[in-house]
């Protein structure tokens, strides 16, 4: 079993950055990929990014392809998604995703466990 805090969610300028943390409590973290997904209110959950459990290969949403990065310390049991020149519509609830396998998947249903979220919103 596996537990996923979120943090570094805040309320920023346009072109701003935030770092978003995700830090599992459970065994096997390197054995498990990782995936951040945003949802904002009225609006399907979308994909962001994710990671597979080694740290390569990663895969973005085309909305945020050469703003975000994902990245991985298993040694801490932490992802991270670096945003840059964040954008009013990037404003949500971002949300931290883990599987069972460390493949990588884009698809929501395809991740066991969750964590409870953070909010990013973007100021024009």
């Known amino acids: 079993q596996v537990q996923l805090v979120e943090s570094g969610g805040g309320l920023v300028q346009a072109g701003g950055s935030l770092r978003l943390s995700c830090t599992a409590s459970?065994?096997?973290?390197?054995?498990?990929?990782v995936g951040w997904f945003c949802q904002a209110p009225g609006k399907d959950r979308e994909f962001v990014a994710t990671i597979s459990g080694s740290g390569s290969p990663t895969y973005y949403a085309d909305s945020v392809k050469g703003r975000f990065t994902i990245s991985r310390d298993n040694a801490q049991n932490t992802v991270y998604l670096q945003m840059g020149n964040l954008r009013p519509e990037d404003t949500a609830v971002y949300y931290c995703?883990?599987?069972?396998?460390?493949?990588?998947?884009?698809?929501?249903?395809?991740?066991?466990?969750w964590g409870q979220g953070t909010q990013v919103t973007v100021s024009s």
């Open positions: 995703a883990a599987r069972d396998t460390p493949l990588t998947s884009r698809t929501s249903r395809e991740y066991k466990y």
């Open positions: 459970g065994r096997t973290f390197n054995r498990r990929t």
